[in-house]
């Protein structure tokens, strides 16, 4: 993003804007988002959620299957993946 001040001109257009309601913002040159498009959406890379150390006992089985599937990114990174998308499947089955 540019450093620079905004000039008086561009303030006014802002303020402009702001004043307008939401219908009557012309959005036609935005092409709406499909659902296959949110499916391969991914977080930004900022959003980091805090961390908290637990203890869980897995099935020996199920912990070797992430360990030998981590692709270099650790398997318990994969866990949390794992476990955020059925959080986030049931939640929308269940409302």
């Known amino acids: 993003m ?6 008086d001109e561009k303030i006014a257009e802002l303020r402009a804007l702001e004043q307008l309601r939401d219908e009557d913002i012309d959005t036609s040159d935005i092409p709406e988002i499909t ?11 900022l959003y980091r959620p805090i961390k908290q150390s637990v203890t869980i006992r897995l099935d020996a089985d199920i912990l070797a ?4 599937h981590a692709g ?17 499947t049931s939640t929308k089955k269940h409302g």
């Not at 540019?2 to 000039?7: N, V, W």
């Open 2 to 7: 540019s450093k620079q001040p905004l000039t």
């Open 35 to 45: 659902d296959e498009q949110w499916l391969s959406a991914r977080r930004g890379n």
């Open 65 to 68: 299957w992430f360990k030998d």
């Open 72 to 88: 270099g990114r650790g398997y318990q990174t994969d866990i949390n993946a794992a476990l955020r998308e059925y959080v986030a």
